[in-house]
């Protein structure tokens, strides 16, 4: 069952396959919870970062969920406005930093990266260990920020309001971030090194999947941004503390020294957010296309073009800010530059389907689901970077639509796809694919009703942050809870059947999808726990699909 | 799980050559990290110089000139061991290792320690802003308070990352006293090594931006 | 109740200068959108169908290099992207720069409610009335943390910043009524902190200013010259003090020598930190012995002051407004 097959067969049921007798799988090697709390087994660490993400992504869901209900009638009184303020602060905080930013790298890289480059394990453990304790750590401070009454600040945390006026837990959400920060900047630094230093012979950096490309460029930005959010929050935390400091404009401190540092770091982090979802998607597409991707080096060359041009648009969360007008004008520019790179893999995404041969498996359905939503999201950009409309649509729901494409839209499919193509790897089982491709239309319906009206309010005026609207307005909020509450459906069925496979499904064979790739062809579903008998020495390219079939003019 | 020793390369690694590439690009990617968790601070600072030049400029004049300027031997002294100290194992010198990790840490604790005096005696003269900051005693009191935040704030930062380096130099030593390291494999005492060398230089731009300018 | 469709509104009204133009670009761009997404989905669509796995499509392509193809479809949508930024950026430009005659109108804002003060003293609390077709200019600032004047019916906002001066700069194109909005997030009414504008023919606005509501008895000069005696402003920049202090007569709009040798333009920025900060630029020649008034005088009274100032550039006639620029200058 090797990735030259033209078409992926369906899995064969049965008895589980002969598994080694002396090698148990990495689920089995050694029982109980002192075992996983103190593994330096990679895969097992990715385990524990999917169980804990998927805690807060159903917290943060929690609040987003209580907020379109708010949000049914125009004067609500489902919550007031005061714990209103506080739902979504915690739907950002939660979402941003204990959702989107570690989902895919700390799940799927964690589990995946060491094998695609024919490692044993990361270059640092212990340290990959450590890196979820603290981000645990952190999760913990910001929980108890929550429960013993909460933030009101918006994720975003602007001054002087943050540090001199809210009423809040501020420096313990504050710290709570602080501490999550350093989790990822480990967890990154532990990918640099082991991109580096631990591929197996024979694997060079251009026969690398473009997934392990993204995850560094992914990690480059995060080793370089995180930093900057963990020192602007601790001078928050320390005016706040202290009653005086830098932000305050009584004493002549600048409120804009705060946004400028605040979007240094956070712009960079939208993209530390969507790249692995885009690696996830080339993987996705390819292997159910049976086909090589087009333009290899241009995608992977578009993650690092994506990486270092998201450090220098930081502005245009500013436009209206009081930031001068010809940096507006800069960062207006550079932000249409940095969609160009994103334009581009989503035009090598569909040439990779040109001449492919092409199946419908759950992957594939939030690949494509991603290609869409992620495009839409991303034009929608174009119109928030353009100086004159964002003068119209900043801070409205506008803003809040398009980024829920790109996140939601592009980047919780790019995850939940991802889960679904690497499930018979990390659980060694296979899913319902029916329910699994119900799901996914169900998410995709569900989504598209909930954040399209959105547009539509942006543009009409409806500023965001608001418990509280204009009647008018209603039939858009009416139509967008309406689809939350499908999208919500559609979250809780893959956490069901999922969880249902993991113990009940059937036993997956080492290739189900017959996919290219060490981590396919050279380990057992799930793998050991030292990944592979014998270290690979690699001889061929990545994607070594059927695919096109090339003949010479 | 057998610790790491002159003998055992851990499982994830190949080769010790293969070890130490990664320490070292480890530790390198680190302090790139901490370039950028410092560098907010300087760009505040930065900033807020340009804007009030002449209240920062009279600030400064408050702070202890003459301790600063101690504390910057000392710091370059420790770092002066701390080199030595990597150079012993490299030529596979143990017991002066350890004799340079002392030196090392005492120079590093003497900085702390008159660091401590500096801040008591800021404390002493009114110049800890939400203590007991005295506006009457400046021109510009709104920059002075903005000023004497940043440096506590930088030194505080500093001074931080100086204790994490302490602990480090006793864990290294109580290694090197059970014998982990030999001329092969010294590959922590590298790291630490070039974490120590950071934080001073750290100190070497925040020395001259503290305590070094006037009008 | 949910309202009869012809009720919903699918696009807000265009009432401001700035309106037709922003929508142009709106347009524009959603034309572009629509196309290319159109375009990438029938493409797709085509792809899946045709190369779906249980087809026997042609498969066999020529051996081509990509090159070609990712240069052209990166390069022509950046062409297409700088023509919007110029062109967005043009009418930001023009929509942001206040017309020399704008009438000035004084915004403070704070939680949670917006302060309006016009000229001649008229003073409202949450709306607005500007004259349609005369240009107006809002000088914008905080009493507390950052707000932001939106009003959607003419495309534009700007944040309200504490310590700072912004402006707003419009024309009212058609009577009516229009939402304002407040769009920086600033706490717990944050949602509650709107209120409407009216926009009204010339004599009507002229009636409405004149109007004996309990406001508008003496104008913002003259609220301020009292304000310069009662905090004893006059103790030492009025004449023959004894006291050496710059003279204020004529010093709106000049250029200020600074110690330090840079120059500065007094302009309400300039005289807003002198009175609320004001040893941060003191002027050449001059001790820094003027004592802050930060917490003594609202940004309400340093506006109606900055007035009497403005006053003083000229004989009885209300001074004309510098234009107030968006520039950060912490």
């Known amino acids: 069952m090797s990735s030259a097959s033209t078409t992926i067969e369906p899995s064969p049921t049965g008895p589980p396959p002969e598994r080694h007798p002396v090698t148990p799988d990495y689920l089995n090697d050694g029982y109980g919870l002192r075992s996983w709390l103190t593994t330096h087994d990679h895969k097992r660490i990715g385990v524990l970062y999917l169980l804990s993400i998927t805690v807060f992504f159903f917290i943060g869901g929690w609040a987003a969920t209580m907020m379109r209900l708010q949000l049914l009638s125009p004067h609500g009184d489902l919550v007031t406005s005061e714990t209103y303020n506080r739902l979504f602060t915690l739907h950002g905080v939660t979402m941003v930093w204990f959702f989107l930013i570690p989902s895919v790298p700390t799940v799927l890289g964690n589990f995946v990266l060491p094998m695609m480059i024919g490692a044993r394990d990361v270059a640092f453990p212990r340290l990959n260990l450590l890196s979820w304790y603290i981000f645990v750590l952190g999760g913990i401070f910001t929980l108890y920020a929550t429960i013993s009454g909460g933030v009101d600040t918006g994720w975003t945390f602007y001054t002087p309001y943050s540090t001199t006026y809210a009423n809040g837990h501020v420096i313990a959400m504050a710290s709570g971030i602080f501490i999550t920060g350093f989790s990822t900047i480990f967890t990154a630094l532990n990918f640099i090194v082991t991109t580096h230093t631990m591929r197996a012979p024979g694997m060079h950096w251009f026969r690398l999947p473009l997934f392990v490309w993204s995850l560094y460029a992914t990690s480059l930005i995060m080793v370089l941004a995180t930093p900057v959010i963990a020192i602007t929050l601790a001078l928050i935390a320390l005016e706040r503390f202290a009653g005086v400091g830098i932000f305050d404009p009584r004493i002549g401190g600048d409120p804009l020294l705060f946004q400028h540092l605040f979007w240094f770091y956070s712009h960079p982090a939208v993209y530390i957010m969507i790249l692995p979802g885009m690696g996830v998607v080339s993987e996705m597409i390819t292997c159910f296309s049976r086909k090589r991707i087009f333009g290899y080096k241009f995608v992977a060359y578009s993650s690092l073009a994506i990486a270092v041009l998201g450090f220098i648009v930081w502005g245009h969360h500013m436009f209206v800010a009081s930031q001068s007008i010809y940096a507006g004008m800069i960062f207006s520019m550079l932000s249409f530059l940095v969609s160009i790179p994103s334009a581009i893999k989503v035009f090598n995404w569909t040439a990779t389907l040109y001449k492919g041969r092409i199946h419908f498996h759950t992957p594939m359905l939030y690949a494509l689901g991603f290609i869409g939503l992620f495009t839409i999201g991303g034009l929608t950009g174009l119109f928030l970077a353009t100086l004159a409309v964002d003068m119209h649509v900043h801070d409205t729901y506008f803003v809040i639509a398009h980024f829920h494409y790109i996140m939601v839209g592009g980047m919780v499919m790019a995850y939940l796809g991802g889960l679904h193509f690497w499930w018979p790897k990390i659980s060694g089982r296979m899913y319902n694919e029916k329910l699994a491709q119900f799901s996914a239309a169900i998410i995709f319906v569900g989504f598209n009703l909930t954040f399209f009206p959105q547009f539509i309010l942006g543009y009409l005026g409806m500023p965001r942050r608001y418990p509280y609207y204009p009647p008018q307005w209603q039939v858009f909020h009416i139509l967008s809870t309406a689809g939350a509450s499908v999208l919500a459906v559609g979250y809780l069925l893959p956490l069901c059947y999922l969880t249902w496979s993991f113990f009940f499904g059937r036993h997956a064979p080492p290739n189900p999808w017959h996919a290219s790739g060490l981590e396919w062809n050279e380990t057992s579903s799930p793998p050991i726990r030292t990944n592979f008998e014998k270290l690979p020495i690699v001889t061929r390219e990545a994607y070594d699909y059927p695919y096109p079939i090339q003949k010479d003019a | 799980m057998p610790r790491e020793s002159a003998s055992h390369i851990p499982e994830q690694f190949e080769s010790r050559a293969q070890q130490e590439e990664a320490d070292a690009l480890g530790i390198w990617t680190f302090l790139s990290t901490e370039i950028l968790f410092f560098g907010g601070l300087i760009l505040s600072y930065s900033v807020y110089r340009v804007s009030y030049h002449a209240g920062f400029a009279e600030a400064s004049q408050h702070l202890y000139f003459w301790i600063g300027t101690i504390n910057t031997f000392i710091l370059l002294t420790s770092s002066l061991c701390m080199a030595l100290a990597v150079h012993s194992i490299h030529d596979g010198d143990v017991a002066k290792l350890r004799r340079y990790l002392v030196l090392t840490f005492i120079f590093g604790a003497a900085f702390l320690g008159l660091k401590l005096c500096e801040y008591y005696l800021d404390y002493r003269e009114h110049l800890v802003p939400s203590v007991n900051f005295d506006p009457s005693h400046f021109l510009h009191p709104h920059a002075a308070e903005l000023f004497l935040f940043l440096y506590f704030a930088m030194t505080g930062l500093h001074a931080i990352h100086m204790t994490l380096g302490l602990s480090a130099l006793t864990y290294l030593y109580f290694r090197a006293r059970r014998g982990d390291f030999s001329q092969e494999y010294h590959s922590p005492v590298k790291v630490v090594g070039l974490y120590w060398h950071f934080v001073d230089i750290v100190w070497v731009f925040l020395y001259p931006m503290l305590y070094l300018i006037n009008n | ?330």
């Open chain 3, 1 to 330: 109740m949910i309202p009869g469709l012809a009720d919903i509104p699918f696009f807000p009204e265009e009432a401001g200068n700035s309106a037709p133009q922003v929508d142009a670009i709106y347009w524009a761009l959603v034309g572009i959108s629509t196309l290319m997404t159109v375009g990438l989905f029938v493409v797709i669509t085509c792809f899946l169908i045709r190369y779906r796995h249980t087809s026997e499509a042609n498969r066999t392509m020529l051996r081509l290099s990509p090159t070609y193809l990712e240069v052209t479809w990166s390069t022509i949508p950046m062409i297409i992207f700088t023509g919007l930024f110029v062109w967005g950026a043009v009418v930001f430009v023009k929509a942001n720069r206040p017309a020399r005659n704008a009438t000035p109108i004084y915004v403070v804002g704070q939680q949670w409610y917006w302060d309006v003060r016009h000229q001649n003293g008229r003073h409202e609390i949450g709306d607005l009335h500007v004259p349609v077709g005369q240009p107006v200019q809002l000088i914008m600032t905080s009493a507390d943390v950052i707000h932001d004047y939106y009003i959607p019916a003419f495309r534009q906002k700007y944040d309200v910043v504490p310590g700072k001066y912004t402006s707003l700069s419009f024309t009212a194109t058609k009577p009516g009524k229009y939402r304002i909005l407040c769009s920086q997030y600033c706490g717990t009414d944050h949602s509650l902190m709107t209120g409407y504008l009216f926009a009204m023919r010339p004599d009507a606005y002229q009636r409405w200013l004149q109007a004996k509501d309990g406001t508008g008895t003496e104008s913002m000069a003259e609220t301020g010259a009292q304000l310069f005696r009662t905090f004893s402003c006059s103790g030492c920049h009025g004449e023959n003090t004894g006291v050496h202090a710059p003279s204020l007569a004529g010093i709106y709009g000049n250029s200020v020598p600074l110690q330090g040798g840079q120059f500065v333009t007094a302009d309400d920025q300039y005289l807003r930190d002198s009175i609320l900060r004001a040893s941060a630029q003191v002027v050449a020649g001059y001790k820094p012995i003027m004592p802050s008034y930060q917490g003594q005088i609202s940004e309400e009274q340093a506006m109606q002051i900055i007035a009497y100032i403005k006053s003083l550039s000229q004989p009885p006639a209300p001074a004309a407004s510098l234009p107030v620029p968006n520039s950060s200058t912490p």
